[in-house]
């Protein structure tokens, strides 16, 4: 069964910096676009960034631009995200996700496997 596990949260102050990652310990994705999304308290599950099967294309919400970098190894079968210059706003739980397709996303539906999630807190 597939199975992705996301590792790298914790507690921050603004504008420091966390990395995530996400292993596929199935090995099931290497030819699938990965996806990171987040879920703040209260507010519906939104897209962060979003990486191909081969890493040559990358999408970003507008509120990472800049800040967020997503990048994949296939031969570790891991997906980061880096994140920078956090904000409060940042708050969330991080979820990873991969397609059963090779081009990346921002539709959440179109992702069908998904991580238990990691927490990631930004403090003022």
């Known amino acids: 069964q597939a199975q992705l596990v996301e590792s790298g949260g914790g507690f921050v102050q603004a504008g420091n910096s966390l990395r995530l990652s996400c292993i596929d310990s199935?090995?099931?994705?290497?030819?699938?676009?990965m996806g990171w999304f987040r879920q703040a308290p209260g507010k519906e599950r939104e897209f962060v960034a979003g990486?191909?099967?081969?890493?040559?294309?990358?999408l970003y919400a507008d509120s990472v631009k800049g800040r967020f970098i997503i990048s994949r190894d296939n031969a570790k079968n891991t997906v980061d995200v880096q994140m920078n210059g956090l904000k409060p706003e940042d708050t969330a739980v991080y979820y990873c996700?991969?397609?059963?397709?090779?081009?990346?996303?921002?539709?959440?539906?179109?992702?069908?496997?998904w991580g238990q999630g990691t927490q990631v807190t930004v403090s003022s």
């Open positions: 996700a991969a397609r059963a397709a090779p081009w990346v996303s921002a539709d959440h539906a179109q992702y069908l496997y």
């Open positions: 199935q090995r099931a994705f290497s030819g699938s676009a």
């Open positions: 990486i191909s099967w081969n890493g040559g294309n990358t």
